[in-house]
Nanobody, 127 residues
């Protein structure tokens, strides 16, 4: 069982940066593919980014490439999402998720890939 707790959300202005964190419980964090998703009001939850076990492999949604960076610190059981040049359309609840399968063997964009989900953290970008 893995518990995920997101933090770092808040209210920022367009163009600002924000770093989200997701702390995971458990002793096998380095065997989980980690992902970030987001859900804006009235919209479906969408894939943002994913990172493999060692952190050496990442995947991004096309609209986030170049602005968002996913990383992980296995010693701290934490995955991060650095978000730069934020836009109003980035406003959403951001969720982290964990899958106990290797990134290269799953469809990282699919909700069903992930076995565990956090409660989410709100990011609001004012224009």
């Amino acid at each position: 069982q893995v518990q995920l707790v997101e933090s770092g959300g808040g209210l920022v202005q367009a163009g600002d940066s924000l770093r989200l964190s997701c702390a995971a419980s458990g002793r096998t964090f380095n065997r989980y593919t980690m992902g970030w998703f987001r859900q804006a009001p009235g919209k479906e939850r969408e894939f943002v980014a994913a990172i493999g076990w060692s952190g050496g492999t990442t995947s991004y949604a096309d609209s986030m490439k170049g602005r968002f960076t996913i990383s992980r610190d296995n010693a701290k059981n934490t995955v991060y999402l650095q978000m730069n040049s934020l836009k109003a359309e980035d406003t959403a609840v951001y969720y982290c998720a964990a899958s106990n399968r290797p990134l290269t063997m799953v469809v990282v964009t699919a909700h069903s890939t992930y076995d565990y989900w956090g409660q989410g953290t709100q990011v609001t970008v004012s224009s």
